[in-house]
Nanobody, 124 residues
Framework: QLQLVESGGGLVQPGGSLRLSCAASGFTLEYYAVGWFRQAPGKEREGVSC????????FNADAVHGRFAISRDNAKNTVYLEMNSLKPEDTAVYYC?????????????????WGQGTQVTVSS
């Protein structure tokens, strides 16, 4: 069974950092593009960061550019989202997703497999 499990969310003060993990089971995540998405209460899901399986390129949304970074650890079949300089507006449920085409995009409809999400709350 193909499964993605996110972890690492929690409560953090503004300016703080968190590292989210997206662990895959049942398939080799290295061959999939992986995206991180988030959804805040009352808002639509938005793409945050993605990494291509074809050339390893990464892309971040403007809202997180320079603060968030996505990376892979193929030995652990896991993708990470390093989040720094967190702001209250980063508060959301964060989801990882996998796209078998291998192309990294921030279009949710391109992703076939999704995790259950992890809550990130930025508040003092």
């Amino acid at each position: 069974q193909l499964q993605l499990v996110e972890s690492g969310g929690g409560l953090v003060q503004p300016g703080g950092s968190l590292r989210l993990s997206c662990a895959a089971s049942g398939f080799t995540l290295e061959y999939y593009a992986v995206g991180w998405f988030r959804q805040a209460p009352g808002k639509e899901r938005e793409g945050v960061s993605c990494i291509s399986a074809r050339d390893g390129s990464t892309f971040n949304a403007d809202a997180v550019h320079g603060r968030f970074a996505i990376s892979r650890d193929n030995a652990k079949n896991t993708v990470y989202l390093e989040m720094n300089s967190l702001k209250p507006e980063d508060t959301a449920v964060y989801y990882c997703a996998a796209d078998p085409s291998g192309w990294g995009t921030l279009t949710a409809g391109n992703y076939d497999y999704w995790g259950q999400g992890t809550q990130v709350t930025v508040s003092s």
